[in-house]
C-alpha cells in the first residue's frame, strides 16, 4: 500500500504541488535572491536559522531580495529536516533533486532503489517537505504556498 507518514493528505495531490513549487516557486526565490543553488548548503547558511533584516529599511528592493533569501533558507532547512535513512531516504532525494538537479534515473541510482520503489520514496519525500516547510515558513516568517492538499 505505502508508507503512512503520519499526514492525513492526499499524497498524489501533495506531491504534485510540491513538485510545481520547486519547478516555479523555487526558481524565482533563487533567482531573486541573488543566490546559487550552490550556496544552498548548510556551511553558507546561517546554521542559527534566522537573520533579522531590519523592518526601518525604506529600499523595498533589498526587501524582496532578502525574501527571496530567507525563503530559499526555509526550503534549504525544510529539506534538511526530513528524514534520511536507507530506508526513508527523503533528504538525500530532495536536495539530489532540487539543490544538486541530477535526474530522477541518478538519483533512483544514488539511493539503490528500483524506478517503481524510488517513485513512491519520491512521493513520501515530496509529501514529508510539505510538512517540514510549515516549520520554516514560521521561523524565518516568509509566505511560502501551502502545499498539503487534505483528503477529500
Same mark, same amino acid.
Given at each position: ?15 504534485? %504541488? ?5 519547478? %516555479? ?22 546554521? *542559527? ?10 529600499? %523595498? ?30 533528504? *538525500? ?12 534515473? =541518478? ?11 524510488? %517513485?513512491?520514496?519520491? /512521493?513520501?519525500?515530496?509529501? =514529508?517537505?510539505?510538512? *517540514? ?18 483528503? /477529500?
Amino acid at each position: 500500500m505505502g508508507t503512512d507518514l503520519g499526514l492525513d493528505i492526499d499524497q498524489k495531490a501533495t506531491a504534485e %504541488n510540491v513538485k510545481r513549487f520547486f519547478r %516555479n516557486d523555487f526558481e524565482k526565490y533563487i533567482l531573486r535572491s541573488g543566490y546559487h543553488r550552490t550556496d544552498l548548503t548548510s556551511p553558507q547558511l546561517d546554521p *542559527t536559522g534566522i537573520m533579522g533584516h531590519g523592518g526601518n529599511s525604506a529600499e %523595498n528592493k533589498m526587501a524582496i531580495i532578502f525574501d527571496a533569501q530567507d525563503k530559499c533558507k526555509a526550503v534549504y532547512h525544510a529539506i534538511d529536516q526530513c528524514f534520511d535513512s536507507t530506508q526513508q531516504p527523503f533528504r *538525500t532525494i530532495l536536495k539530489s533533486l532540487y539543490i544538486d538537479e541530477l535526474k530522477d534515473w =541518478q538519483v533512483a541510482a544514488k539511493v539503490q532503489y528500483s524506478d517503481s520503489r524510488y %517513485n513512491e520514496l519520491k /512521493k513520501y519525500a515530496l509529501c =514529508q517537505f510539505a510538512d *517540514t516547510i510549515e516549520t520554516w515558513k514560521i521561523l524565518y516568517c516568509v509566505d511560502i504556498p501551502e502545499l498539503k492538499v487534505p483528503k /477529500k
